[in-house]
């Protein structure tokens, strides 16, 4: 399998006027190569990655407007990846995506510790995630810019 790894350095969602930096955090592959693939065709700069450690180290290294995590992984949950990331980029917008019943005890626990995040239900349908990603960030027209050829 060919995993694309778009060029980071280049800091648009369609009609915003620059790419949008956008991490994907899931530990299935198919997945965050899926989700990413999407968010780049819709103008995003989406990069995808396999574990929460992986996307905190990338966040260390480049900034992101958004992440796009899953909740339940093995070692580091989405939940708490999503904690430090928002630390170091205060400005990310996050949101989460589980398809797993034990995502709502790691939320539960997440808001006992005054954390807030928006989570979407996998599968992801892509018109959803783009009405999520401009819910975060209303100054986005992504839901026009999909249905424009």
């Known amino acids: 399998m060919t995993i694309l790894e778009p060029k980071l350095s280049e800091p648009t969602a369609k009609g915003c006027g620059r790419k949008l930096r956008t991490l994907v955090i ?11 693939m999407v968010l780049n065709s819709e103008g995003f700069e989406a990069r995808a990655v396999y574990s929460g450690e992986q996307g905190v180290e990338l966040a260390r290294l480049f900034e992101f407007e958004f ?5 339940v992984m093995p070692q580091m949950n989405g939940i708490d990846a999503a904690i430090q990331i928002r630390d170091l980029l205060p ?44 819910s975060v960030r209303p100054d986005l027209d992504l839901i026009d810019q999909l249905a424009t050829p």
């Open 91 to 134: 400005n990310c917008k996050i949101l989460l995506i589980s398809g797993n019943n034990d995502a709502s005890a790691l939320l539960h626990d997440a808001r006992s510790r005054g954390h807030r995040f928006e989570i979407l239900a996998k599968p992801v349908h892509p018109l959803v995630l783009l009405q999520a990603l401009r």
């Open 26 to 36: 899931d530990d299935d592959m198919a997945v965050a190569d899926t989700l990413a």
């Open 67 to 71: 992440l796009v995590t899953g909740v």
